[in-house]
């Protein structure tokens, strides 16, 4: 059996060793107990902040008992208040995380709208012949042949003409957008309700 009035005695006169000897290993076993299974890595720093606490107020100990209760008092609340901490902590990066994600997903909407400002205004800025391109071919989908006919050109000059007003607005906007994605846009409904 444990004398706990021994390691006391020893303890107020600054002899550590009978005390890690005999108390630390339970001490530390209640300290990961307490803790729980998610924060029981963090035993040893709590049991010795614990320690160091208890060895610098240690002439104000009325007694063994007193003492033993202390510290198992005061263990148990150092573990609550690490699992608070943790758990705020987990809270606050959940939140950051899903701030951060939130404004991402802000700003990728502010690139997007920019981009198509700019690619709307591009539209409404091109010179007649292309702007025509864009009602009849893209618009009103007519193949390129009708369109030829509507315009009073060849079904080649209208391709050419295509591939002229893809090249224009993607200089235009920087070639932040290719060909492609510009093709896609010009094929869009919603390009035609924004634009009316």
Same mark, same amino acid.
């Given at each position: 059996m444990t004398n706990y009035s021994d390691?006391?005695?020893s303890f107020q006169k600054g002899e550590l060793t009978p005390f890690y000897d005999e108390m630390f290993p339970g001490l530390l076993r209640f300290t990961a107990a307490t803790l729980g299974d998610t924060l029981a890595y963090m035993s040893e720093d709590c049991l010795q902040d614990v320690i160091l606490s208890a060895y610098v107020r240690r002439d104000s100990f009325a007694d063994a008992s007193h003492w033993r209760s202390w510290l198992l008092v005061t263990i148990r609340n150092r573990a609550i208040e690490?699992?608070?901490k943790t758990n705020s902590f987990n809270h606050y &990066? !959940?939140?950051?995380?899903t701030a951060d994600?939130?404004?991402a997903g802000v700003e990728a909407a502010l690139i997007e709208q920019e981009?198509?400002?700019s690619f709307f205004a591009a539209i409404r800025n091109l010179p007649t012949h292309y702007r025509e391109i864009v009602e009849l071919s893209f618009e009103q989908g007519l193949k390129n042949e009708e369109v030829g006919r509507q315009?009073?050109?060849?079904?080649v000059a209208v391709?050419?003409?295509?591939a002229k007003l &893809? !090249?224009?607005l993607r200089q235009r906007l920087g070639g932040r957008l290719t060909g492609d994605t510009i093709i896609l846009l010009l094929n869009s409904n919603l390009l035609y309700t924004t634009l009316s």
């Open positions: 390691i006391f005695n690490l699992m608070r &990066i !959940e939140n950051v995380d994600a939130q404004w981009t198509m400002d315009l009073g050109i060849t079904e391709r050419k003409r295509k &893809i !090249e224009i």
